[in-house]
């Protein structure tokens, strides 16, 4: 009987945290990073679960499920969403069932080990280029829902679909900001389907494309959080002092004036190129070491914005790596923080790590050691007291 009430213990701890709202789980810090993968010169995922930890990086987002770095993830209690590619979203849409195996294929076997906290359904799809697509996100959204329900998962893995700013027809001032005409369409019956079930709105924000493609109008201090005049935002009064938070604002209010005042917005996406071509304004590694620092700042204050004050400001960094086979502009292959073999871009704070100059910056052997041994000495302590009672 003591056994069975130890069981009844640990149900009814589990029931109590699983009841809370679902981007708990999602995002609990304020900072996270993204780790792209469109190179050929990364580190493997073992070799990244320790680059992490050493930068106290807790909250991590990938464009896949690429299993063999939800295998690395085993153990690391850093908290991963993971992408379903833009290219499954037909199948997806078709019914519960090929989602289902989905999940069964690329997260249910990796729970609890790897801490899977959400699900990102597409990426930038809404405002893209192939309308068929806005058609099958939100199909593909009920479903893979539906999935995770039948699975008992909901209250595990968050289901999103992170959109670009090409969703809006402007975003200044903030209080002017709108969604398309033509994307209303599709987005309001999916941010109906995300109020429901507790999803926040996810958004890539970039001040650096904004000032790369307005440089003669746009403060570059305005954009990198160094001292400059700012904004007032007549209709709110309301002062801004840097693009990241009125940008962050203009989404909060697109979101009220489609009928959604207290859905969450968190950033998704943001970073500034450390290198681009001629015609790419402020991409520089000096602006990208001021810009990135001073996110950094702002997001370990978790503090709000001027208009939503009590949501505390939430943002994934583009990226962990520079990717050297993206097509596109210069900028595109040089977002990342760190180099290839674990270093620093550049110094924005992170601790552990050494210059750029160094060899390498910790031992990339023996990974997860520590996370193994604490794994099975909780399990053993289980044991024991089962045994015990």
Known sequence: MASSSFFLWLLLVFSAISSNVLTVYAFKGTYGVNYGKIADNLPSPSSVVTLLKAAKIKNTRI???????????????????????????????????RAMDWIKENVQPFLPGTKIVGIAVGNEILGGGDHELWEVLLPSVKN????????GLTKVVEVSSPHSEAVFTNSFPPSACVFKDDVLVYMKPLLQFFSKIGSPFYINAYPFLAYKSDPEHIDI???????NQ????????????????????????????????KMEVIVSETGWASRGDADEAGASLENAR??????????????????RPKFVA???IFALFNENLKPGPTSERNFGLFKPD?????????????????SSLIPFKGIGGSSCTLLLTTCITLLLLISAS
């Open 63 to 97: 464009y896949d499920a690429d299993h063999e770095v939800l295998k690395a993830f085993k153990g690391s209690g850093i908290e991963i969403v993971i992408g379903l590619g833009n290219e499954f979203l037909k199948e997806m849409s078709v019914g519960e069932d």
């Open 144 to 151: 893979v829902y539906g999935a995770l329900g039948r699975l």
């Open 221 to 227: 201090n305005y954009a990198l959080f160094k001292s």
């Open 230 to 261: 700012g904004i007032l935002d007549s209709k709110t009064n309301l002062h801004y002092d840097n693009m990241f938070e009125a940008q962050v604002d203009a989404a909060y209010a697109a979101l009220e004036k489609a009928g959604f005042p």
């Open 290 to 307: 001021t810009y990135n620092r001073n996110l950094r700042k702002r997001l370990m204050k978790k503090k709000g914005t001027p208009y």
């Open 314 to 316: 939430r943002a994934y």
């Open 342 to 358: 674990g270093s620093i871009a550049y110094d924005i704070g992170f601790t552990g790590l050494k210059d750029s100059s160094a």
